[in-house]
T-cell receptor, first 113, second 113 residues
Framework: QQQVKQSPQSLIVQKGGISIINCAYE??????FPWYQQFPGKGPALLIA?????SEKKEGRFTISFNKSAKQFSLHIMDSQPGDSATYFC????????????FGSGTRLQVQP | NAGVTQTPKFRVLKTGQSMTLLCAQD?????MYWYRQDPGMGLRLIHY???????AKGEVPDGYNVSRLKKQNFLLGLESAAPSQTSVYFC????????????FGPGTRLTVT
């Protein structure tokens, strides 16, 4: 059972455009929702994260929008750059799960120059 | 600080062979995790540890064993490798249960023929 569903599987965006990746979760015990960025041959690295007590968090060009009632959250990348080309994973964790991450299936983003 | 390191980086095994993957962290973190990454499936938790001498099963533990004899090391063992264990393995650590961010190693690419 996939507890975190991520879409789209792949995304092509022009330089300067907005990239949007969506995730939905099922487990209401989740209380931490990070996004990880992964470049080929590297391990995932934390990009930005949100707790459910806020509906939006912004760090530079990256914004998480969170909808607790719909159990959905999304990543927006403004002014997308070729250097943003990577695979993005949403994830979720809970205290009862000892903070182990449940990951979405990933989105391969390609930003064309 | 080296952060999280993994040994080896690549390995090819024949079906039935055994091996141990080593994860080491120099951040004095209490929690450590082993994940496997397969195409289209994101990362899935194999086993985790919340402190020296403790281990627990994750989502996909079958065919793997782990040990945490020292706080800085977390070992993942395959007793009798199977082709289904062909994957990229990532180790991660976090400070403790109250710290949400996980730091990932560079991964080990394992092929079982």
């Amino acid at each position: 059972q996939q507890q975190v569903k991520q879409s789209p599987q792949s995304l092509i965006v022009q330089k300067g455009g907005i990239s949007i990746i969506n995730c939905a979760y099922e487990n209401t015990a989740f209380d931490y929702f990070p996004w990880y960025q992964q470049f080929p041959g590297k391990g995932p690295a934390l990009l930005i994260a949100i707790r459910p007590d806020v509906s939006e968090k912004k760090e530079g060009r990256f914004t998480i929008s969170f909808n607790k009632s719909a159990k959905q959250f999304s990543l927006h990348i403004m002014d997308s750059q070729p250097g943003d080309s990577a695979t993005y994973f949403c994830a979720a964790s809970s205290d009862t799960g000892r903070r182990a991450l449940t990951f979405g299936s990933g989105t391969r983003l390609q930003v064309q120059p | 600080n080296a952060g999280v390191t993994q040994t080896p980086k690549f390995r090819v095994l024949k079906t039935g062979q055994s091996m141990t993957l080593l994860c080491a962290q120099d951040m004095n973190h209490e929690y450590m995790y082993w994940y496997r990454q397969d195409p289209g499936m994101g990362l899935r938790l194999i086993h985790y540890s919340v402190g020296e001498g403790t281990t627990a099963k994750g989502e996909v533990p079958d065919g793997y064993n782990v040990s945490r004899l020292k706080k800085q090391n977390f070992l993942l063992g395959l007793e009798s490798a199977a082709p289904s264990q062909t994957s990229v393995y990532f180790c991660a650590s976090s400070r403790d249960g109250g710290s949400y961010e996980q730091y990932f190693g560079p991964g080990t690419r394992l092929t079982v023929t």
